[in-house]
């Protein structure tokens, strides 16, 4: 049972232009979500997380929205860059699972010059 | 400073064969974690230790084991490996198991079990 799923596989967009991936979970005791990058042959690298006392959240051209009704969470980047180009990961986490993340199947994003 | 490292890169195991996954933090974390990463399939959790001493079971234990040898140490060993475990393998380190604390991961070890 897949509790934080990534539905669109891949995402192509052009240079400059919005990104946005989403992330849907079905779990209602994850009250702490996170996106993870990762490029090929590295290990995932964290890039912004979000409470859920929040809707939220910004660091610089990366944006985390979170919709607890709808339980669903996206990231937005704007403006788009090539050096975006990367697999990127929506995870989640109880306050009580001391650090234990549950992480989607990722999407890989493309940003075309 | 080299973060979170793993050794090796790249192994090649027939089925029955037992193997030890190396991982080691130089950033004085207390916790420690081992993921799988199969395609489709996200990471998921092993194994992981919330403070030198101890582990505990995660999402997918079964074929595996784990040593946290010292505070900087985290082993993970298959005993007698299954074209099943064929897969990517993360350690990752934070300072401590409370949610906000950043997982930093190693590179990876990508394993074939023929």
């Known amino acids: 049972d897949q509790q934080v799923k990534q539905n669109s596989p891949s995402l192509s967009v052009q240079e400059g232009r919005i990104s946005i991936l989403n992330c849907d979970y079905t779990?209602?005791?994850?009250?702490?979500f996170l996106w993870y990058k990762k490029y090929p042959a590295e290990g995932p690298t964290f890039l912004i997380s979000i409470s859920s006392i929040k809707d939220k959240n910004e660091d610089g051209r990366f944006t985390v929205f979170l919709n607890k009704s709808a339980k669903h969470l996206s990231l937005h980047i704007v403006p788009s860059q090539p050096g975006d180009s990367a697999v990127y990961f929506c995870?989640?986490?109880?306050?009580?699972?001391?650090?234990?993340?549950?992480f989607g199947q990722g999407t890989i994003l493309t940003v075309h010059p | 400073n080299a973060g979170v490292t793993q050794t090796p890169k790249f192994q090649v195991l027939k089925t029955g064969q037992s193997m030890t996954l190396q991982c080691a933090q130089d950033m004085n974390h207390n916790s420690m974690y081992w993921y799988r990463q199969d395609p489709g399939m996200g990471l998921r959790l092993i194994y992981y230790?919330?403070?030198?001493?101890?582990?505990d079971k995660g999402e997918v234990p079964n074929g595996y084991n784990v040593s946290r040898l010292n505070k900087r140490e985290f082993s993970l060993r298959l005993e007698s490996a299954a074209p099943s475990q064929t897969s990517v393998y993360f350690c990752a380190s934070s300072e401590s198991g409370l949610v906000y604390n950043e997982q930093f991961f190693g590179p990876g070890t990508r394993l074939t079990v023929l």
């Open positions: 230790s919330a403070s030198e001493g101890t582990t």
């Open positions: 995870a989640a986490s109880g306050r009580t699972s001391y650090g234990k993340l549950t």
């Open positions: 779990n209602s005791m994850f009250d702490y």
